[in-house]
């Protein structure tokens, strides 16, 4: 069983972003199988990098589409992101150095980060991008 399972009460509908948000569910149940089935920081390592690089990937793809229209709730959303990125990618080296190793609460935390964003911040903005002919 996956530990996050997709479904349409994810969806922000906007067609490009769920598919991203599914790739992100992807790269962290691939994480979680890794942790699970004993599998080397050498296999774990670049799922963890992936993660990071995608997770940049995506925020910047919405934020391009916030500034192109104005989204009202920029900033804070924004704020999130980074704030996001600085805690896997802090993750991300202290895991690469050795310090620290994948742990199930290194997962919940992505879990609930995730869905809790999704279900939350970014559903805010899928009214105002539908508007604005973004599906």
Do not use: C, M, W
């Given at each position: 069983m996956a530990f996050l399972t997709w479904n349409q009460n994810y969806s922000v509908k906007v067609k490009g972003f769920?598919?991203?948000h599914q790739k992100l569910f992807d790269l962290i149940n691939n994480l979680h199988d890794a942790m699970k089935d004993g599998k080397s920081n050498l296999v774990m390592g670049p799922i963890i990098s992936e993660?990071?690089?995608?997770?940049?990937?995506h925020f910047r793809s919405e934020e391009e589409l916030f500034a192109k229209?104005?989204?009202?709730?920029?900033?804070?959303?924004?704020s999130e992101h980074t704030e996001f990125v600085r805690k896997i990618?802090?993750?991300e080296a202290?895991?690469?150095?050795?310090?620290m190793g994948l742990s199930i609460d290194i997962l919940n935390f992505l879990n609930k980060w995730l869905l809790?964003?999704?279900?939350?911040?970014?559903?805010?903005y899928s009214e105002f991008m539908n508007k604005n002919g973004i599906n």
């Open positions: 769920d598919n991203q993660l990071v690089l995608y997770t940049k990937t229209f104005n989204y009202p709730d920029r900033l804070r959303h924004v990618s802090a993750f202290e895991f690469k150095s050795g310090k809790e964003h999704i279900r939350k911040t970014d559903k805010a």
